[in-house]
């Protein structure tokens, strides 16, 4: 076998698997074979600032529902084993509504730093989860400062949360919006 086969694997030529090996996943497709890699740079021409040349719109404005009600998206990104102990916090401070999704990626450090077959990585997928929650009454704050808690170790990889305003939500269901949609029947009554 050639020295690039070797690297990708058997299981990928033969058998057109990533890996035999479940839950294991290298991440061969960055590997080179002593490719030249090209790097381009921008240049900028002109003599406008770019503060002049780009402008940026500031609102000051805070969006809220069509009832008037704040919206907070918070979406928070961990490492999987870290899950209970932030499920737990949330359930704590009120969080009735979570969404949980299984994700694969890396922050600035790249993922574990590591070689496989020999050859160093470039870029390691790690998996991830991804918790959103949608609050009103809670506020956003609150929910971070609950996230960090349960999340943090001091480690690298402890992990991002992201926070956004929301313009609306609906309720497939009912068809209720705004703050209406978050709630259950049992609460509007």
Known sequence: MTAEEEIEGLDIREHGLQSAYADFMP???TLSFNQPVEVSTARITGSEPVEAAVPVERKKAVPA????????????????????ALKKALEQ?????????????CGAQRGSAGSYR???????LLPK???DVVV??????TVVEAA?????????GDGKIFIYDVE?????????????????????Q
């Open 27 to 29: 991440a061969v497709s």
């Open 65 to 84: 529902a069509s009832d008037g009600v704040k919206l907070t998206k918070v979406e928070m990104y961990c490492n999987p084993s870290h899950f209970d």
């Open 93 to 105: 401070i009120g969080i009735t509504g979570i969404t949980v999704t299984n994700i694969m990626g």
């Open 118 to 124: 020999g050859v160093k990585l470039h870029m390691t």
């Open 129 to 131: 989860i991804r918790v």
């Open 136 to 141: 009103s009454k809670i506020p956003a704050e």
């Open 148 to 156: 960090k808690k349960a999340l943090y170790t001091g480690h690298i």
């Open 168 to 188: 609306n939500a609906v309720k497939v269901r009912t068809g209720a919006t705004g703050y209406d949609a978050l709630q259950d029947e049992t609460d509007l």
